[in-house]
């Protein structure tokens, strides 16, 4: 099994940047493509960025241009930079495997401020 802890989530003013952690352990040899995604108060998980073992990415539209997905080699790392961050990027934020996502992290807050 893989286990997942975000760390880097904040509040910060609208226009910022965060840059958010996923650390991975136990079976990550069978990582293939890994994402980030959040869920705002009310609303649905959604995914928000995604990278394979190629390293391809796919970004919501709703990111794309401001947030950038990146891992180690290894995947025992997986990170999501963040800039000109908007009031409707609050949420928490998670990592998780795809396509079958394993057990769910605590996620890490990010509240960002008009």
Known sequence: QVQLVESGGGLVQAGGSLRLSCAASGSIYSINAM??????PGKQRELVARIS??????????VKGRFTISRTSAWNMVYLQMNSLKPEDTAVYYCNLLPRPVGWGQGTQVTVSS
């Open 35 to 40: 994402g980030w995604y959040r869920q705002a």
């Open 53 to 62: 073992s190629g390293s391809s990415t796919y970004y919501a539209d709703s």
